[in-house]
């Protein structure tokens, strides 16, 4: 469900697989999953929510830190 904020930052798929460290294909697949909020608009590429592209990349780093330390 999209934020109610107006004024709330997408971005396109490129830059949240960059942010998220993972491959451009994967990225609609986090948002079918309910990972991310996606915003389509008539003509134009999916847009994600930038505050949910930044929950999940610091939650895959803590996940990884903890791995790579034990």
Known sequence: MPPDNANAEYVSGAKAARLLGCPLKQVPNLAAKGFLTVRRLPGCDPRYLLSDVQRLAS????????????
């Open 59 to 70: 939650q895959y780093t803590q996940t990884a830190c903890a791995i790579e330390s034990n």
